[in-house]
């Protein structure tokens, strides 16, 4: 499986000379599966940067298809759909899975955004490739490919915000955005999503700090995730979805603070790593 | 009067190492009199570190008093909006402006942005005072010492261009329009560029004429014309549907209106900065070869100007 990091920023795009290292786009992390499948988690303005690559392969011609994942439909998480490129080339197919309770109220979502006031495609019929929505639960996994796919549903202030989980070719990654988990900590069932991951990429806004200030936003601190990166047992831990005002220079310093709790917590061996635009991981 | 760029580009904010120096933020200008009138033409992404640094200022303690005028509402003119501090400050005016709608009124279309499930805090938590005004084509009326303008531009479901007028100076906003020539944009959807065999009747060539008039009075004797140059030719040529124009059709203009000053805008979002210097050094030498006494320049994050007297 090869991940790739398109947009790693949370609550909306923060482009300037402050965040070019790690990036401003907002969440879009693309899995290559070992079989070729692609899946695409989350719709944020990355989504753009990564249409702009696909399209000079089979996506180009009309020959690609992919799944989409949405984690849930906070702007920073879909405002890339109007812009991903794929999308106006018929003959592509996309798959696309969210996490309301049937195909309209997805599709409702999704038609508001491409709405005449807003964007002058008017609806994502006019968009050219086959889109087809559906809703997923936490009763069943989705096979995708030779994939598994399995959500579940964190909590993230007023709305749930899904992680998703993928098990491929004997390896495995979590996708925990948007988690704004209560005063006891993840709950038993996002740490059995967790449990023992190669991957676990994890919301991380906030300094603990900047948490405490912000409560009432549902998103999780640097502490939640190395928290849940011990907690679960995971090889690997990636820093995502940072706040809006965090610099290059904020992100470094999480990424530090990140790896000295960890060695803290007897728990050494978890590599920690910020998210980065452009960052492939193989696993 | 003072006019600040807070954001510069089309379409979508784009953050990266190639539009770090022209700004890869949606958007967003900033004009105030001498006598402390705040305007705020669109609300793209720009608009939030506007509102970080308003919070700096009177704003912060609830007391301070800002005009939005919305050229249109497509999201890169309004995204920035859920993002600006001073809305969430109890005691803030705020007076939101846009073109009248048939279809949807004013308030309910920038609510739909922040219901559920698209964004945490709706607008009734938003705790300024906030009030909309809708305006309609060629509307003309003060904003305490600002004497505005509007005019109707052609753009997919129709835009709005101001200028206001303060201090004895004058800036003209005409973002978003496409040339007033091959098509006349109204609601519908345009699915590609119009075939060569359908000709523009002959009412839509003089609604355009009547436009395009209207468009080069609104920008007469402007200190400063922020005009959306988006296309080069060749794109233009690609894409005429989506609605934009290119520098030349922004020269005309200016020329036409006799303006001072123009300014380049509404870049495209893939337009690298090195790209934009390129299309600003090609859109001075064509505009100096008609022999045209016309500054021109390429608005940027944290550009700066001061017209007319100064407060």
Request: one cysteine or more; glycine letters at 10%; hydrophobic letters at 40%.
């Amino acid at each position: 499986m090869d991940v790739t990091f398109w947009g790693v920023r949370g609550s909306i795009p923060s482009p300037g000379p402050g965040t070019v290292r790690y990036g401003g786009n907002t969440a879009c992390v693309s899995v290559r599966l070992p079989d070729g499948e692609l899946i695409i988690l989350d719709c944020g303005t990355g989504a753009r940067n990564l249409g702009i690559s696909l399209l000079a392969g089979p996506f180009g011609k009309g020959k690609g298809s992919a799944t989409l994942l949405l984690s849930h439909a906070h702007w920073d998480h879909i405002q890339g759909f109007p812009f991903f490129g794929p999308f106006y080339v018929p003959g592509n197919s996309f798959t696309v899975y969210g996490g309301s309770r049937g195909e309209r109220l997805l599709e409702d979502v999704l038609e508001r955004q491409m709405a005449a006031q807003f964007f002058p495609v008017q609806s994502f019929h006019n968009m050219g490739a086959r889109i087809e929505m559906r809703p997923l639960g936490e009763d069943k996994d989705v096979r995708v490919g030779s994939a598994t796919v399995r959500a579940h549903a964190n909590p993230h202030g007023p709305t749930p915000a899904l992680a998703f989980r993928i098990d491929a070719g004997g390896k495995s990654l979590v996708y925990a955005s948007d988690a704004g988990y209560g005063t006891g900590g993840p709950p038993q069932a996002a740490l059995d999503l967790y449990r023992g991951v190669d991957l676990l990429i994890h919301d991380s806004t906030f300094t603990p700090e900047d948490r405490a200030l912000r409560l009432e936003r549902g998103l999780s601190s640097l502490e939640d995730a190395v928290d849940c990166a011990a907690r679960a047992g995971v090889k690997k831990l990636a820093l995502f979805h940072y706040d809006q005002d965090y610099s290059d220079h904020d992100v470094d310093e999480l990424v530090a603070r990140g790896r000295r709790w960890l060695e803290g917590r007897a728990a050494a061996g978890i590599e920690v790593l910020g998210a980065a635009e452009g960052l492939t991981l193989s696993l | 009067m003072r006019i600040r760029f807070w954001g510069v580009r089309g379409s979508l904010p784009v953050p990266g190492p190639r539009t770090e120096r022209y700004g890869g933020n949606t958007s967003c200008v900033e004009v105030s009199s001498a006598a402390g009138t705040r305007i705020i033409i669109d609300a793209g992404t720009g608009i939030r570190r506007l509102g970080k640094e308003l919070m700096r200022s009177e704003f912060e303690s609830g007391k301070g008093a800002a005009h939005i005028l919305i050229s249109h509402t497509h999201w890169d003119h309004i995204q920035g909006l859920p993002f600006f501090a001073p809305f969430y400050r109890a005691g803030n005016k705020l007076f939101v402006y846009a073109r009248q709608r048939d279809d949807q009124n004013l308030r309910s279309v920038l609510s739909l942005q922040v219901d559920s499930p698209f964004f945490p805090v709706p607008f009734h938590k938003a705790r300024a005072d906030v009030a909309f005004r809708e305006l309609h084509d060629g509307a003309h009326f003060e904003i305490n010492d600002v004497v505005v303008s509007c005019t109707r531009l052609n753009h997919p479901y129709i835009a709005t261009a101001y200028a206001l007028s303060a201090d004895g100076a004058k800036v003209a906003y005409i973002a978003d329009t496409a040339p007033f020539s091959d098509i006349l944009f109204g609601h519908e959807f345009l699915a590609g560029p119009p075939s060569p065999h359908s000709l523009l009747s002959k009412s839509d060539h003089k609604t355009l004429r009547t436009m395009r008039s209207q468009v080069v009075r609104l920008c007469e004797g402007a200190d400063l014309v922020i005009y959306d140059t988006m296309f080069t030719p060749e794109e233009y040529r690609q894409t005429p549907h989506f609605g934009h124009s290119r520098p030349s059709d922004a020269v005309d203009i200016c020329h036409d209106a006799g303006a001072r000053m123009l300014a380049l805008y509404h870049h495209a979002p893939d337009r690298s900065d090195t790209e934009v210097d390129a299309v600003l050094a090609s859109t001075r030498k064509e505009a100096t070869l008609t022999a045209r006494k016309l500054e021109i320049i390429a608005g940027f994050e944290g550009l700066d100007l001061a017209l007319g007297k100064q407060g």
